[in-house]
């Protein structure tokens, strides 16, 4: 696009004169000869738009904008500057038809130009003063984020600006070659806009353009007056500018300083070049960063502050360690700090406690995402069990893996809670799902809570390996495709989004009435907003209600909450214009500035000097019952790091022999306080022995038995005797919290010791109260993911022990798993398919075995019920179903018959059509053989005649060859390559074909390679000749040249952006036939979605030279049949009775084992090469782009 900036005109006349001007002296003048046509339609085809608003959406492809600006005769001796606000295009700048500068690139390298540069230099010369001037501007929009609040742009001379906000001219495409529109050779459309002219102070403008209206920043004094607080808290200031800046996290360590990190480097990280970028601002990037102090310096810093003398006021600042890029958090350690700087989870030693880096950082962790800066991992955080946690968000997709491990790197697409162990190196998916994850806090029974950035909630209760509903469409599926069902956020009435940091207050110094709220920050509304918490079965509901804390200070920005050693709640200010990420990436960011502030009762005391590192063994248990959750926290790391003689002793005395209170029914703050730190404390500082876990699993404290479990379970062995513990809990626990957490640790044993729990938890539902676990927030799907994760290795096992009696005996069993475990065994294996006729004849009435049979026909949505055994189908014949498929596997001679009008009826429903052509191929009833032959010929469904095709391999019949070859000709393309494929399934067949390729009746060159190579399969002396002659040599392109190739592609991949819609259109034509990207595509080779796809030039090694690396499993096999047939594919399954291979087109052959003469592997991929040759560069980008891209291109 093309912008022409023009003076403003105010008044009539004005218009008039630029009407004038353009007509006369920009275009022929009306006393010339009149224009060319082709001239005149270069004047005609401009239309006004109006700016800055048609940069807000502006149209697809290539335009140009142009505008008119009037200088006063003063300004020849100024240092004009134009200012272009970037948006998500590639843009060049024209002055007079000087080019002054742009940003990003244009095709064939198209690269966006958002977030570059916004100002550009005029030349002296191209200035023209008291004459109206051209300004035009060039844009290619390709699929780019859309809605930015773009400003007008300005020219700047010194000390003064014109605004050009108002009618331009715009045009699509470029000019033809010998045409200029940047400069006034070219006439302008005699049509009316404006030409600007009104000069205004510079200041102001510059101003207007960095608030866009927007009060602009308050040094903090000023910001502190504009608070609005409760009536009985005060708010204070904590640390500013210049002292820190942008801070994103914040804690305190046990020294009571506070420890900021700084986030200044975002958006972008340091060192890296964009290659391709979405609609929702996912970058791909030119390399993986290197970890320090091998990085690219950034701008990031954690510093800390200290009130040295008590005063309240923190005077000592210091940095720990900068230069860091996208240090999103922290956590202390005994010895050191472990830094979260995505990709990698670092430590830095400090042994000698000096506040510096004793080195260069340990990196324990690499592959966390970093596509999206506003999404990366973050919130890091030492959990009760002494595992870090943290939270990842819904835009970044991770595959993380120890630093030097061979081990398959653990892949999360999108929002999860994470966690790592240092003293094992485990890292594992905590809870995956919820919305764009941000926070982490642990109430004071350990539950796990994290914001929300979406509405009616106040965010997620995550229970280990729990599952969540996200944005699917957007944000990917979750990993585990049997789930059946996910989470909700915790209930709550309609609020507006969105509050991602939660903090419970559990300090007590601002006061009783704000004990146990839960405060979340709200960011976008620049407010604090308090709920209150009600117990909700395993987990609990909220209900705003008040906002503490609210601004009339526009760039008030709270992100994150912590409690401070004096009970107080701090708060992250990240202080900002605006606090969405696209305009971020418009270069709407201040990274000057940032403050924390302490929000207290009214009258409490600012903290006064602590230091917990001093502290006695005995006051370190002893504070483990303090009042305030943040002074227990620190004192349980203490100990832990301290491992103090004799305290284990001490604290067991107290766990175990004292009258330390129970819960109340809503498990209030006083009745847990110090039994569950005590816990914690006794199960850390040393594994407990057998006894010792007995005690804990049958303590008095509802949180001390759920987290014994927890703990215990973690590491998957336990002994007999814990494991029969175990049962016993399952039979006998009625708290929804136990038993919600003995579920969530049932998938973390082995299935010996899992299988009698999950039978008793079952067993003994109904007896609960409050209708059993069936009405429980947690436990139904809780259960069903246990019975779930041994569905297939314990099959036979486990379903014996749930016919038994538990599944049909309680309401959960029938209502919650009975459906769920038929839909898994109808998803699965042959022989889990199998289990589901067993199932059905379990089923003691006609409601579970409708339940039953409505979960069967959910398994099979979308696909063929052609290849069911016959068992399965006599199994739901008993059980009252049957479909007209089904009648015909069963053979029925009505059903028969109706299927053979049904298929040469183009009217039928395609999905049955389908699947009736592919059973009668398989059972080969009398008729079928003409029937589809007949709708081979008369269809006018391209599918059904493909499929059709493929059916009629299995008849060995010469009549076949003759029809085929007779209409070969006339067949349309895509039904002619399935018909070449037929005639090549059989050694007569081929040799018919072979005979009227030599007689001229047929092009060879017609025939694909894929063919050619299938009828080399029969190899045969004849054959083999024959193809050679008119083939010749067909082993592919040499290494050498595919290495070549690749190598070229790479150089291409450098020198231009990506587009990944464009891409995922060249992969549904390309590519989805065979592979499955984000649920699209076809399942012949590997589903490409869970594959690390970082890494483009690995990516071309396939694609360029398929058979460099064949992925186990996907092996070439084939099969020679005793009547001839010749296949090639997949083995999807197989037994000692039949062989199930998936062939290059998509069918699925099942192939009786005792008709099978040869079987073998092949070393060639079925995937063919030259499959980028008909792509030029640009599109090889764009492929590439979508094929790196880490989570689904939703539609919104």
Not at 612 to 638: F, H, K, M
């Amino acid at each position: 696009m093309l912008f022409l900036i023009f003076i403003h005109a105010e008044s009539p006349l004005m218009r008039l004169f630029a009407v004038v001007f353009t007509t006369v002296f920009l275009g022929n003048c009306a006393m010339s000869a009149e224009p060319t046509t082709a001239h005149a339609a270069q004047v005609n085809d401009w239309k006004i738009v109006s700016v800055p608003e048609a940069f807000k959406n502006p149209p697809e492809g290539i335009g140009w904008y142009r505008g008119l600006v009037k200088l006063p005769a003063d300004w020849s001796q100024h240092n004009l500057k134009v200012f272009v606000e970037p948006f998500d295009a590639a843009i060049e700048v024209f002055w007079n038809g000087t080019r002054i500068g742009g940003t990003g690139a244009f095709p064939p390298f198209f690269r966006s130009g958002l977030g570059g540069s916004d100002r550009f230099a005029v030349p002296p010369e191209a200035v023209r003063a008291s004459e109206i001037n051209l300004v035009a501007i060039r844009t290619c929009f390709r699929d780019g984020r859309t809605g930015f609040h773009v400003a007008a742009p300005v020219v700047f001379g010194d000390g003064q600006a014109i605004r050009f906000n108002g009618s331009w001219q715009y045009r699509s495409g470029d000019p033809p070659q010998g045409i200029s529109w940047s400069s006034l050779d070219t006439p302008l459309s005699p049509i009316e806009q404006d030409v600007f002219e009104k000069i205004e102070p510079a200041d102001v403008v510059e101003e207007s353009l960095r608030r866009i209206d927007d009060a602009g920043p308050l040094i903090a004094s000023l910001s502190l007056q504009q608070f609005k607080v409760a009536d009985d808290l005060r708010i204070d200031l904590v640390v500013g500018e210049p002292e820190i800046s942008q801070p994103l996290s914040i804690k305190w360590d046990a020294r009571g300083r506070l420890w900021v990190s700084q986030f200044i480097q975002y958006p972008e990280p340091a060192g890296l070049r964009m290659l391709s970028r979405d609609k929702f601002l996912r970058s791909v990037y030119d390399k993986v960063p290197q970890p320090p102090p091998h990085h690219d310096r950034g701008l990031d810093r954690i510093s800390f502050h200290e009130d040295t003398d008590g005063d309240g006021t923190l005077d000592r600042h210091g940095i720990f360690v900068d230069g860091l890029s996208l240090v999103s958090s922290f956590a202390f350690d005994s010895e050191g700090l472990w830094v979260l700087v995505p990709p990698y989870l670092l430590f830095y030693a400090d042994k000698d406690k000096d506040d510096h880096p004793d080195g260069d950082p340990v990196i324990h962790l690499k592959g966390f995402g970093i596509e999206d800066s506003h999404s990366i991992a973050s919130n890091l955080r030492w959990g009760p069990d002494g595992w870090l946690y943290g939270s990842q968000g819904s835009t970044v997709t991770s595959h993380v893996t120890l630093p030097d491990s061979k081990a398959a790197p653990v892949a999360s697409l999108g929002q999860c809670i994470w966690r790592y162990d240092p003293a094992t190196t485990r890292y594992e998916i905590f809870a995956e799902g919820g919305g764009n994850a941000f926070g982490v806090e642990f109430d004071s029974k350990g539950r796990l809570f994290s914001g929300h950035n979406g509405g009616d909630t106040r965010g997620f209760h995550y229970v280990q390996g729990g599952y969540y509903r996200k944005g699917f469409e957007k944000h990917g599926e979750l990993s585990n495709p049997h789930a059946y069902g996910f989470f909700e956020p915790i209930k709550h009435h309609s609020a507006p989004r969105f509050t991602h940091a939660l903090l419970i207050d559990e300090g007590g110094a601002l006061g009783v009435r704000y004990k146990g709220s839960m405060f979340g920050v709200a960011p976008l509304q620049g407010q604090i907003v308090r709920s209150e918490i009600f117990p909700n079965g395993s987990s609990i509901a909220t209900r705003d209600i008040d906002v503490p804390v609210s601004s009339t200070d526009s760039w008030f920005r709270p992100v994150d909450l912590q409690q401070g050693p004096d009970g107080a709640i701090y708060i992250c200010d990240f202080y900002e214009q605006r606090i969405d990420h696209a305009s971020h990436y418009q270069g709407r960011i201040d990274r000057e500035r940032g403050r924390v502030w302490r929000l207290s009762a009214k009258g409490a005391p600012s903290a006064g000097p602590v230091d917990l590192t001093a502290a006695t063994t005995d006051t370190l248990i002893e504070l483990l019952s303090s009042a305030n959750r943040w002074i227990r926290q620190t004192a349980l790391l203490q100990l832990v790091w301290k491992h103090p003689a004799g305290a284990r002793e001490k604290i067991a005395l107290k766990l175990f022999h004292s009258d330390l209170p129970l819960q109340d029914p809503l498990g209030s703050l006083e009745n847990e306080c110090g039994t569950i730190d005590l816990a914690w404390a006794f199960m850390r500082l040393a594994t407990p022995s057998e006894k010792e876990w007995l005690s804990l699993l049958s303590h008095r404290n509802n949180t001390v038995r759920a987290w014994a479990i927890r703990m215990l379970c973690d590491s998957g062995t336990v002994s007999p005797l814990i494991q029969t513990a175990l049962i016993e809990r399952g039979r006998e626990e009625s708290n929804s919290s136990v038993r919600s957490q003995l579920a969530s640790s049932l998938r973390r044993l082995s299935e010996e010791v899992a299988l009698p729990i999950v039978i008793e938890m079952l067993g003994t539902t109904d007896a609960l109260p409050a209708n059993g676990d069936i009405t429980d927030v947690h436990v139904p799907l809780l259960l069903w993911w246990a019975i779930e994760s041994i569905a297939s290795s314990h099959r036979d096992e486990l379903l014996a022990e749930l016919l038994r009696g538990p599944l049909w005996n309680s309401a959960i069993g029938r209502v919650e798993i009975a459906p769920r475990l038929m839909r898994r065994l109808a998803s699965g294996t042959r022989s889990d398919l199998m289990a589901t006729a067993t199932l059905l004849d379990s089923a003691p009435d006609s409601i579970q075995r409708d339940r039953l049979l409505e979960a069967f026909e959910k398994a099979f949505e979308g696909r063929s019920l052609s290849s069911l055994p016959n068992e399965v189908i006599a199994g739901i014949s008993r059980a009252g179903g049957g479909s007209p498929t089904l009648r015909l596997r069963r053979g029925e001679p009505a059903a028969l018959a109706d299927c053979l009008r049904g298929i040469t009826d183009d009217s039928s429903d395609r999905m049955q059509r389908l699947t009736a052509i592919d059973i009668l191929g398989q059972t080969r009833p009398e008729g079928a053989r003409e029937a589809l032959l007949m709708l081979v010929r008369n269809s006018t469904d391209e599918v059904a005649r493909r499929a059709a095709l493929g059916s009629l391999e299995a008849w060995n019949d010469s009549r076949i060859a003759t029809e085929i070859l007779e209409i070969l000709p006339a067949l349309p393309l895509a039904v002619r390559s399935a018909a070449l494929d037929l005639l090549a399934s059989r050694p007569a067949w081929t040799e018919r074909f072979l005979e009227t390729l030599a007689a001229g009746l047929f092009s060879a060159q017609e025939v694909p390679e894929a063919v050619v190579r299938r009828m080399l399969l029969h190899s045969t002396p004849m054959i083999n000749q024959t193809v050679e002659k008119m083939f010749g040599s067909i082993q592919g392109a040499s290494t050498a040249a595919m290495q070549s190739q690749i190598d070229l592609l790479v150089k291409s991949l450098g020198q231009g952006s990506g587009i990944p819609t464009a891409g995922r259109t060249i992969f549904l034509s390309a590519c989805a036939s065979c592979h499955v990207l984000f649920k699209e595509g076809g399942h012949i080779g590997p589903d490409l979605t869970s594959h690390d796809r970082s890494d483009p030039r690995a990516m071309l090694v396939h694609v360029v030279n398929p058979s460099a690396v064949i992925r186990e499993g996907f092996e070439s096999s084939i099969i020679i049949t005793d009547d001839g047939r010749a296949l090639s594919g997949f083995i999807v399954e197989q037994d000692a009775s039949l062989v199930v291979l998936r062939t290059v087109d998509g069918r699925t052959a099942s192939i009786p084992r005792d008709t099978i003469e040869q079987m073998h592997k092949s070393p060639k991929s079925l995937m063919p090469e030259g499959l980028l040759d008909k792509f030029d560069e640009q599109q090889v980008r764009d492929l590439l782009a979508y094929l790196r891209s880490t989570q689904p291109l939703a539609a919104r």
